[in-house]
Structure formats: C-alpha cells, structure tokens
C-alpha cells in the first residue's frame, strides 16, 4: 500500500513523526497537502492544522485523522485536556475518515488511553502520540478488519478552542483543587499564571526526578550481563541511527572500548537504573577541569518504551556535571534532523553555536552555560 503521513511543522506530533514512518517502511511525511506527490492509498493526518480541500482527499482511499474523545461527544478542540479538566483519566481516542463537518467522518476503530492521573502536559502528549502510532499500525496490519468505517451515532457535544486565558489559576484555590489544570498547561506557548493586585504572575511546572530512584553504574564496573546488554542496546537501528558511526560493534570492539575507560580522566560512560530498571546511558566526554567544561550525551534503553524517560536522562547529565564534576559549560551535538532531541534541549536552555557536517549529515552544536 501507498502510505503517508501529514503532520504540520513544530506541532507536538513532528517529533513522533519519524518513528512512525519508520515502523511503516520509511514511508514519506508532508508537511503540507500541496506537497502530496501522487494518490495514496492511506494518508495519516495527525496534528495538521490547514484546511485541505475536498478535491486532494477525493485522490486519496483513506484520509483517516484522530480525535482524543469517545465521538460523537467531545468534538471540537482539545478534547484530550478538557477531559482531563472534567477529572477522567479514562479517555477514548477514535480514528475517524476527514470530512467536511467538524469530527463527524465515519468511525474506523476506537482505543482506550488511561492515565495515573498525574502525567504533565508533556507526558500526556508523549502518551498521546504513542497510542496514536500504535492505532495506526494496527489499521495498516489489519487493514480488512478496519477498512470499512461505520457512520457517527448517538448525542454529540463539542468542546471550545482552549486560549492562554484558560491557563489562568485562581489564587483562592488550592493547588490540589488546580492540580488537573497544571497538569494541561504548555510551559511554552501557554504557561499557567495568576493575577494580584494589577500584576500578572506565570508559573511553569516540571516533575523533579532529580536523584529520584536514580542509580548510575560506571562502565567499567558492569557485570558481564549488563556488559552484553549495553551492546545489544549499541547495536539497536533506533541508537546507531544517531550515532556518527553506523557500523556493527563486535564484542571485542566493545570489551576493548570499556577497558579503556578505566584509564581515561576524561571521558566517563555510566548506565542508568531508575526504580531498579535499566532506562539508558549517559556519557561526558572531553572533559576538561581547566576551562570547566565537557560534552555529554545521552539515549534511552532501546527496548523499553518509557514515557518522559528524555527528560530523566537529561536532568541526570545536568545534576551530575553541575554538582558533581562542577564544570559550568556544557557541550553537545546532535543531528538536525533529530527533532525529538533537539525539543529536549532546547527545554533545558541549550542554545545552537554553530553547525557542522559528518557523514554528509548536519549536526547542530550546542552549549549551556551556568
């Protein structure tokens, strides 16, 4: 089947994007429907906020868009974060085909996402995005069990575009009684606040998981089986994709590399455990007690799916070569294309320096300075 994906650019799905047009072939992502290059079979249009005209759906057999609610209730904007306002942790996500009248295209399948009840909005979206994917690999893997859609029934109920007025926390309220809004706001683009006396406050909300069950375990201190599991991680398509070198590691080239970090002062590898699981590694290479700097990098246990784990691996680097290193400049680079590290970086204040290219890819240089 011809397949492809319409997501617009810096929207919360772009960085999920990628994943799932590699679980799907490596099949072609748009960020406009000008762009489109022919009929396709299936077009997945997630988080796209252009209109697109009947005339370009008409050339495609399936123009299949998601609406976080249990339709034909909840149409309309951000069902997802009203939902939790309304205190649900149970919310519905239904794929629906596009059409012309607002979330009312007849129903492929519908999935249930639930919550703990205690997700950020950027958790929410990570889950979000998650569930989405897998909706979508289910409809291509069992696409005669779910190519026929049934029309919308029963009451419908809409829901009103959300604004920065509604991120408003009211000062005689308890945080509890406010906690499920804290919980939706964007730090960014929509950051809670709060208004006295003429004067406008703004909030920004994070979960500390600084030290929080975190065990880091030095490479040259690995047994033999996390030796042989920090490999096969190594080895993973998902993190040699990211790495300058996209050659198989043999057990010798990784036995050789662990021994010499027992003589190395400046560079460290550890893996991390967090609540007694293994959730990934992070490096500081170059590190230089002089100028009081070093580079660092991280990736995530290929293998596990952990929602927020980015940001826990992050505050690790920083907390480690904040505190205990005590170096003030902290380098890294990264490709450009991946989107998903960069968004991370960027929330943690790293500023691109300059550019450079390896493998006839471009890498962004960044740096954070104390």
């Not at 069902?79 to 492929?108: C, H, R």
């Not at 829901?159 to 509604?166: H, L, N, P």
């Not at 962004?364 to 300075?369: G, H, R, S, T, Y």
Request: aromatic share 12%; charged share 30%.
């Amino acid at each position: 089947m011809k397949i492809a994906i319409l997501t617009t650019k810096n929207q919360w799905f772009e960085s999920y994007a990628g994943a799932l047009s590699e679980k799907l072939g490596n099949i072609p992502i748009f960020n406009n429907h000008v762009d489109f290059d022919g009929n396709y079979d299936i077009i997945f249009i997630i988080s796209y906020h252009k209109i697109i005209p009947q005339e370009v759906l008409k050339k495609n057999g399936h123009n299949i868009i998601f609406h976080e609610s249990l339709l034909p209730k909840g149409k309309g904007w951000a069902p997802l974060f009203w939902q939790i306002l309304e205190g649900k942790s149970n919310i519905s996500f239904t794929m629906i085909e596009a059409s012309d009248g607002v979330d009312s295209g007849d129903i492929y399948m519908q999935k249930m996402l639930e919550l703990a009840g205690n997700e950020l909005n950027e958790e929410l979206r990570d889950k979000q995005a998650k569930l989405t994917i897998q909706m979508c690999l289910e409809f291509v893997n069992n696409y005669e069990q779910y190519k026929t859609p049934v029309e919308q029934c029963g009451d419908e109920s809409f829901y009103a575009k959300r604004s920065k007025e509604d991120s408003r926390l009211d000062i005689d309220k308890t945080i509890r009684e406010q906690f499920n809004l804290l919980r939706i706001v964007n730090n960014d683009d929509y950051p809670a606040y709060f208004e006295l006396e003429g004067n406008r406050y703004i909030l920004k909300i994070e979960l500390d998981n600084s030290g929080r069950g975190v065990e880091l375990i030095d490479f040259v201190d690995l047994t033999q089986k996390e030796v042989l599991m920090i490999l096969d991680w190594r080895n993973h398509e998902n993190i040699k994709k990211w790495m300058y070198s996209q050659d198989e590691i043999s057990v010798e080239a990784h036995l050789s590399f662990i021994a010499e970090l027992q003589f190395s002062k400046s560079r460290q590898y550890m893996a991390v455990k967090k609540d007694n699981k293994y959730v990934g590694v992070v490096d500081f290479t170059k590190i230089d007690g002089t100028n009081k700097e070093c580079y660092f990098g991280l990736y995530a246990n290929p293998f596990e799916e952990i929602s927020g784990i980015g940001r826990v691996l992050e505050e690790v680097c920083l907390k480690y070569i904040l505190d205990l290193l005590i170096l003030n400049k902290i380098k890294l680079e990264v490709f450009s294309d991946n989107v998903r590290a960069l968004n991370l970086y960027k929330k943690y204040n790293f500023k691109r320096v300059g550019m450079k290219s390896v493998n006839d890819k471009q890498v962004i240089c960044m740096e954070l300075v104390r």
